[in-house]
């Protein structure tokens, strides 16, 4: 989403829009001193809005885009800010039991394609460099050290792909390599389908990247492109082998994270409405740790239980780690201050951030 702070930049806004004003009553007083913020729905994908940050028809934007430092060099009034954000993750359809089918359901095929990975070949040619390291068992270490187990493996996950170690999980697991140089098993081929939302060109050059890496293993991957309505209801029915999104990360420690996406209580049946773990992910060992972890304050409690949910979800692996998305923002400051700047994040700069998305529009000055 883009937003187009309203009374300080004229412009047209054809597409659907809709706009705050600022409260008269505010408790702080002169606070804020923008009249106003209009949010503005830009379709179109990437380039769509590229082009309206850079002819000035939106002053704050949260987006990634190709060759972005070139973009932005000819536009010294606009200022970008980079914190961490969601994590990057090809979601499997992973349970058999609850309903999902195809080679992805084997944690052999899964582990396979982690290892084969060229994290920083994709960040490098598909996400202009801005994505950062994460771990193994995607335990976002850059907010929660607290309770990180550094006996887990690939705590961070090595930049460069591990191709032999790819192909032994494979043949270890009874796949043998046809004549065209797909591995099979039972008459079943490793040629599986990444849906991804059709407007979203880092995600598909992320995904086109890891196609090229993985057929010199013998696994065949592929984007099917569709629609967001096409993409969300996929997602939520279970109707996908996999796909490419950002877990995103919240609360006051990983208990949150790990519930939302792991928990047998937030998945369901494939057919039935499933939100957030769309993998269909269910352990018990999981559950447990997550049960005992919200049951207590005892920090040497927790420790050990966060690293058995580490240890289990790194084994199992329904979400493929690929790299820790950038919360890149691009804002102008050519009629306003006040801005977060990389040397100073006072509140998360992303435009769908809450309740920083408030503090940051209370921080703004008008340029007189």
Known sequence: MALGLSQLRAGTFPQPAYTFKKN??????????IDGVRYVLI???TQASQNALTAGDVDWMSAIFPNMDDVLSGYPDIQTVDVPSSQMAFM???NKELGCSGPITDPAVRKAIYYALDRNQINK???NGQYSELA????????FTKYASDDVPDSPIPGKGRTD???KILEDAGYTKGDDGIYQKDGVKLSIKVAVMSDVSDWINAINVASQQLAKIGIDLHADQMSSNEWTQAMQQGQFEMSIYGLWVAGAEPWMFYNQFYATANTAAVGKSAWPNYARYSNK?????????NATTDVATKKSEYEKIQTQVFEDMPYIPILRQS????MWSDKVTGWPTNDNVYANPQTWANPDLGIVLKNLKVKK
Not at 285 to 293: G, K, S
Not at 327 to 330: D, K, Q
Request: with cysteine.
């Open 136 to 143: 193994g068992s995607l335990y976002p270490y850059g907010q």
């Open 24 to 33: 008269p009553y505010y408790w702080d007083e002169g606070k804020p001193e």
């Open 285 to 293: 060992t999981v559950d447990d740790a997550l049960n005992v972890i």
């Open 165 to 167: 170690e790819a192909v």
């Open 125 to 127: 040619l598909a996400l």
């Open 43 to 45: 379709t179109g994908g």
């Open 92 to 94: 499997t359809c992973s």
């Open 327 to 330: 919360g890149l923002s691009e």
